[in-house]
């Protein structure tokens, strides 16, 4: 069983800048996918950035030239740095790691308990 520990989140004024940082520990075979998400109140969770084994990288339209993601393969980690913080960005940010399952077979996916970034003056 793979587990995730998000570090990071805070509150933050406008225009600030923010790290967040997600490490996965347990069984773990191999990792395919890893990324962020998150979910602002009365919104539904949204995709912020992935990236894959590989490197290749994907954001939303709404973060795209001012966070950025990043992996560490070797130590099973996955990183966020975010700047020029807006309210917006205002929301509980959630760590996703797809990895193989190879008692089942098959890739699997787990969430982290979430970390608050709150933007405000």
């Known amino acids: 069983q793979v587990q995730l520990v998000e570090s990071g989140g805070g509150l933050v004024q406008p225009g600030g800048s923010l790290r967040l940082s997600c490490a996965a520990s347990?069984?773990?075979?191999?990792?395919?996918?890893m990324g962020w998400y998150r979910q602002a109140p009365g919104k539904e969770r949204e995709l912020v950035a992935d990236?894959?084994?590989?490197?290749?990288?994907n954001y939303a339209d709404s973060v795209k030239g001012r966070f950025v993601i990043s992996r560490l393969n070797a130590k099973n980690t996955v990183d966020l740095q975010m700047n020029s913080l807006t309210p917006e960005d205002t929301a509980v940010y959630y760590c996703?790691?797809?990895?193989?399952?190879?008692?089942?077979?098959?890739?699997?996916?787990?969430w982290g308990q979430g970390t608050l970034v709150t933007v405000s003056s």
């Open positions: 990236i894959s084994s590989g490197g290749r990288t």
């Open positions: 347990g069984s773990i075979f191999s990792i395919n996918a």
């Open positions: 996703n790691v797809e990895y193989f399952e190879p008692l089942f077979r098959k890739l699997l996916e787990v």
